[in-house]
């Protein structure tokens, strides 16, 4: 066995055990990001981590469960985002400016890269992908709830919340596949970019009769 | 301890005992049991878990009064909706509360919520009750054929909701006071000790207030405790009203005392009716004067009781009892501005504005503790923690109480306006209005009407080179609020006056409309 000095140690306590998997998730997530999950195996996982693969059995069931896992922390930051943009008192839209920041910051991590990017339909058990996808509808139900409470409060013209949210999820799902964690474009940045384009459009010359 | 335990137990030791009347109608509480059951068994049944929450837009009707009951064992949080508000005020209500499912009642209400359903992806079904289901709806009874007869056995604790009442309060939009188990538990009690009407099932009370309102639904809730009966009124209307009382056997009533004078004035003999059943009339949200006070006594023959509370009290916390109205004709004339004492179980204080104690007599904010206490603001923890900071639900009314411990309201609150008995918050007409392309800036006051008591007027600054009309601003309105909030008197000016940090001196706005009438509440 090859297993570096600092994986050596017995573990004391779940905290640390808790630390190594989401080391090896960490890990395994970058894998999947470059290569792609179906061409990455295991193997591959273990030896980019320097570990062995019954190492990685011991902490993971197998290929799909670190996909799931990863794909779980991912939603998981994301309902936290929710849950804060629930208790802020304000209209409609900047709820859903702060909450598209928040999706933002999480889409440019590694888990979030590899939620988009690998879990996919196939990828999965079907267990597992329901649960992700429960968690995603939970999401967009969020957001048609608060693109309704802007038709309500006058903060978001009428429109149909729904495809609203199409737009939106579509137009920040994408990110994870052009955004490069190595550029200096903040994540927030990008947020507040695509909300402003989404807020105003980028036409030169308004429509007549538009309003000032 | 939940609320339909009681409701159980009555609906077993009593099953014949009428649990909600209306235009003659029985529902027996055995009947209410079995059907509240099916109910509660298709809520479960569509997928809804404790905590959840439906919305129910209806005027008052007996299928309203069984699913309160239903929800209540299912352990979900029904919204009901204020029937005169504006679509855009249910559609903000109901993304706010996120309802899983909307009851509408009646082909009106249903195409109310029809032409809202676009904007409800969130909404997983449509329910028309007495009415015919559009496209994308689903009828009563389709919905209940999901559930059984069998009683829904779920783990609904004291404090779960029972229900989310909406409020509109000063900031703008209204805010969910979510209602427990255990306070609504705690208010019957404390109302039922304040009072001196009878506790035995049976009993009977006429109920026209909307049920969507505290006082409405919880004297259903009551009843369901006491094993009592509620008769169910549509729409209020004098005649109709003064019959029932006497044609149902009514015990207890609850009015405005405006209405009490609606009823001595309008009804031509009601001087030669009899109302030997009536034990109690409850009034609330105004004094009452010591002439309407001993007409009443001499026509109704019966006692009459004050309440004061607030939604997020769940319901009274401060009754002037019989004897206190005795007491006020006996030579106390001004115990009647009072709204009485605190009830059992609960702490009244008057503060200043640093929450520390004023002494008797002297003015200040009114706070409440007791088991009655709402849980809190739905998704708000920050206006949750402002009102109930210290343990102490903060009213935002000024009042005072005396050695005696009776309390005194003063200014309800600084700038709501009391229009017919109902309470209009300006910041929210104020908000509607700002959405005007040709408006800068406006201010909404109450000004005194003969009819209304206070009437809502808009003071307002045009944008440069615009003109707008109080016709279009009253359409504008009317997209937007519901008809009773809408100013129907407009003023123009050139600039609002403003204190140094810029807020509007609303009473610089008042005083002209205000020099001949007195408007304090005393």
Known sequence: MTEPIAFKRPERDAAQREAKRLAILRSAAKIFNERGFHRTSVADVAEALGVSKPFLYYYLQNKEDILFECSRIATEELHAVLDEVRKADLPGWPKLEMLFRGYAKVMTTDFGICLIRNSVPGALPRESWDKLRGGRRRLNKEVERIVALGIADGSIRSCDPRVLSFALFGAFNWITFWYQQDRPLRPEAVADYFMEIFARGVAAAPAAGRKA | ?522
């Open chain 2, 1 to 522: 301890m939940r609320v339909f335990d009681w409701f159980e137990y009555h609906a077993r030791a009593r099953p014949d005992v009428p649990f909600l009347r209306q235009d003659g109608v029985s529902l027996s509480y055995g009947d209410a049991e079995r059907r509240a059951n099916r109910w509660a068994q298709a809520l479960a049944e569509s997928g809804l878990s404790i905590g959840d929450r439906i919305a129910y837009l209806s005027t008052n009707a007996i299928d309203m009064g069984v699913m309160t009951m239903a929800t209540a064992k299912a352990g979900v949080a029904p919204v009901m909706l204020n029937y005169r508000l504006a679509p855009r005020e249910w559609l903000w209500i109901l993304a706010d509360s996120a309802c899983r499912i909307v009851f509408a009642r009646g082909a009106q209400y249903v195409g109310a919520v029809e032409s809202l359903r676009a904007q409800l992806p969130f909404v997983e079904c449509f329910v028309a009750v007495d009415a015919d289901a559009p496209a994308g709806w689903i009828t009563l009874d389709a919905f209940l054929a999901r559930g059984s007869d069998e009683t829904l056995r779920r783990p609904v604790g004291p404090d779960d909701m029972i229900y989310l009442i909406y409020t509109s309060g000063t900031t703008g939009h209204p805010k969910g006071v979510m209602i427990t188990h255990a306070n609504v538990i705690a208010h019957v009690e404390q109302s039922m000790t304040a009072t001196s009407a009878g506790r035995s099932p049976g009993q009977r009370a006429l109920v026209a207030t909307p049920l969507y309102h505290a006082a409405g639904v919880l004297r259903i809730m009551t009843a369901a405790i006491n094993g009592g009966t509620v008769v169910l009124m549509e729409h209020f209307d004098a005649a109709t009203f003064v019959d029932l009382l006497i044609a149902e056997r009514i015990n207890t009533v609850n009015m405005v005392p405006s209405i009490v004078l609606t009823l001595l004035d309008d009804i031509p003999d009601i001087a030669a009716r009899d109302f030997r059943h009536l034990e109690v009339i409850y009034y609330g949200a105004a004094p009452i004067a010591v002439s309407t006070l001993r007409r009443a006594l001499a026509v109704f023959k019966c006692d009459l009781i004050q309440g004061y509370g607030l939604t997020e009290s769940t319901g009274g916390i401060a009754y002037l009892n019989e004897v206190d109205h005795q007491k006020a004709l006996a030579g106390r004339p001004e115990l009647l501005r009072s709204v009485g004492r605190a009830v059992v179980l609960a702490d009244i204080r008057i503060v200043d504005a640093e929450d520390r104690d004023v002494p008797p007599g002297v003015t200040g904010e009114l706070l409440v503790r007791g088991p009655n206490v709402m849980k809190g603001y739905w998704n708000n923890p920050a206006a949750t923690a402002e009102a109930l900071r210290g343990g102490w639900l903060h009213s935002g009314d000024a009042a005072s109480m005396d050695e005696d411990g009776y309390v005194y309201l003063h200014d309800r609150m600084k700038d709501m306006i009391v229009s017919g008995g109902t309470n209009i918050y300006p910041r929210e007409v104020e908000n509607a209005l700002m959405e005007h392309p040709d408006l800068a800036d406006v201010a909404v006051i109450g000004v005194p009407d003969r009819k209304w008591g206070e009437a809502v007027m808009a003071i307002c600054v045009a944008r440069p080179g615009r003109a707008p009309q109080a016709e279009e601003l009253i359409a504008f309105c009317r997209e937007r609020l519901g008809g009773y909030k809408i100013p129907r008197r407009y003023e123009f000016v050139e600039a609002l006056p403003r204190n140094a940090s810029g807020k509007v001196l609303k009473r610089v706005l008042r005083e002209p409309f205000w020099k001949v009438a007195d408007r304090s509440i005393a």
